[in-house]
């Protein structure tokens, strides 16, 4: 069994992120092996769970997966661990709908059998915290609310008579407190945080989100919480043997492409496919080889005048298209196969050129959510009128006058009217759409029989 615990909020801003930051890092001070989760489609929380554990932070989403696929993730990700800290997403019952709270925080708690521990910002309330812990301890009967965690606390006195109230009226203990500090502050941008590989001050801050916890908490209280966690099947989380060769896939990693599924890659690893990292931005070729290339999502366009100078590496890849090799580009990845990008300040850099069209970024958020995706030609990861789920999230426009071969028909996960979306052309699958291969064996299994196809 692996002992595990959910983080999760009242809300969003309680600093769930800053909490398992601190718990991550002060378990590993006591000598254990940390494995971090993030509940939802997050890119960016993730890295910093990685840089506080040394161990690849993976994601656990009950709408993209399934709860097999969910269960099976947690057991992959925890091999070898001494405990898994899962942070949740929002609130702790904010799923995809407000009629439900199917797929939320709880629901994924629920369905890994974790006891979750609630973090409260007591920044602005006394006594009151304690009618929240009530509130949320029985607003469903299903969920595991076993102890909270006090976040922004005024002093020790605050926390402490916050802490004591929660006890007497909801009878729920309180792990520890956390003080607002200058120390703990994260940086932020569009998209959420600044990737933790490129913040100037990381180790600074896990260090001192380490040392708080290790001063107001009762870890002894967060490992008995977390072993009081039933087992799960051993057999779920098991993947295939791979080959001892197989065909080679460039992957591109590095500031401006850095959004993963870590579940993904073991997958296609377990398929005998081998990942070579390469940069675009450091004007790194496609590695010798490569029998396709998968370009995720991150920040291209904050390193649009650098892509624009790798002139080699669009050929490289034009190349592959020629060829009808495989070509995986998602949302950054898609953008920077375009025509063009165009900006913040309207500056317009000229990218790869295999999908017709601009990327324009926009001052406001262009979109955000689950969607449904059908596909409208057999593609890499799907044949023709497969769906799969995905999500997306960008502040950026496709600017087509009509997608002249759409990869998928779209649809929201509240079923609004479906839409064209994406790109597909011969071996290139290109879209706004983070699809997470997790949920179904059989889409890392049609890509990687492509790049076996690909590399002959």
Known sequence: MIPRIVVAGAGSGTGKTLVTLGLIGALRRRGLTVQPFKCGPDYIDPGWHSAAAGRRCRNLDSWMLGEDALRGALLRGSAGADIAI???????????????????????????????????????????????????????????????VLNFAGSERHALGCAEAISQLAGLTTLGWMTRSPALALPERHLGLHLAAEAERREAVIDAA??????????????????????????????????????????????????????????????????????????????????????????????????????????????????????LAECGGFMALTEALIDGDGV?????????????????????????????????????????????????????????????????????EPVAAGHADRGLLASYLHVPLAQRPGAARRLAEALRVAGR
């Open 210 to 327: 380490a040392a708080m916890v290790a001063e107001h908490f009762d870890l002894d209280a967060v490992l008995a919480l977390a072993r009081s966690a039933p087992p799960l099947a051993a057999d779920e989380g098991a993947l295939n043997d791979a080959p001892a060769q197989g065909p080679i896939l460039a992957i591109a990693r590095d500031a401006a492409f850095s959004f993963y599924y870590e579940d993904d890659l073991d997958l296609l690893a377990s398929e005998g496919v081998r990942l070579a990292p390469f940069s675009p931005v450091a004007g790194d070729r496609l590695p010798r080889g490569a029998a396709g290339v998968y370009l995720g999502g991150g920040y291209p366009e904050l390193h649009a005048r650098a892509l624009a100078a790798n002139t080699d590496l669009w050929r490289d890849i034009r190349g592959l298209h020629e060829r009808g090799a495989p070509i």
């Open 86 to 148: 899962i942070e949740g997403v929002m609130g702790l019952f904010d799923g995809a709908l407000f009629g439900s709270s199917a797929h939320s925080t709880a629901d994924i708690a629920t369905r890994l059998d974790a006891p979750v521990a609630l973090v409260f910002d007591i920044s602005k309330v006394g006594r009151s915290v304690a009618a929240m812990a009530l509130g949320f301890q029985h607003f469903d009967p299903a969920s595991r609310v076993a102890a909270v």
């Open 348 to 416: 317009c850099h000229r990218m790869g050129g295999l999908i017709p069209g601009a990327a324009h970024m926009t001052p406001k958020l262009a979109a955000l959510g689950y969607r449904e995706a059908t596909a409208s030609v057999d593609t890499l990861l799907a044949r023709q009128g497969e769906t799969l789920r995905g999500h997306e999230f960008h502040f950026s426009v496709w600017d087509v006058e009509e997608p002249p071969s759409p990869a998928w028909s779209v649809t929201g996960a509240s079923r609004a």
